[in-house]
């Protein structure tokens, strides 16, 4: 009789622009049995994003040149990646005028969940968790 096979590991992507909010949310991800691809360069991501096959995004709205808003936009556009939940995260607050108005205007479905920084770990994981149980059976 052959072992049963463990879970594959959820793969979350993570975008953001400050390296140091990659290598804490890094840790604290892959300490909880996530795997971690990431990327401080948003105009990369694209190409990480179709490689890596993410099962969550984690992404900035804001970074300079290449904004998360305009990414977002490019992932909700491609094929391979509109399917995948993306949870943003934000210095911006989550009900903000500019936020919804975007959204709105550019027919942008809204993102999974949304965080505010400074993250807090505990609730990025139980946001993870839930949002990836609707979309891969991940036990929340």
Request: with cysteine.
């Amino acid at each position: 009789m052959s072992e049963p096979q463990p879970a594959r590991a959820p793969v979350i992507a993570i975008i953001d622009d400050e390296q140091d909010i990659i290598t804490y949310l890094r840790v604290a991800l892959e300490d909880h049995g996530f795997r971690v691809v990431a990327t401080t360069d948003p105009a990369s991501a694209p190409a990480l994003l179709e490689q890596a096959c993410p099962d969550l995004i984690c992404l900035d709205i804001l970074m300079p040149e290449h904004t998360g808003l305009a990414l977002y936009a490019e992932i909700m556009g491609s094929p391979r990646l509109a399917s995948v939940p993306v949870v943003i995260l934000s210095g911006l607050n989550a009900n903000d005028e500019l936020l919804n108005q975007v959204w709105n205007t550019n027919n942008l479905p809204a993102p999974a969940s949304f965080i505010e920084k400074p993250v807090d770990i505990e609730h990025l994981l139980r946001t993870l968790r839930a949002v990836l149980g609707q979309q891969v059976g991940v036990a929340p």
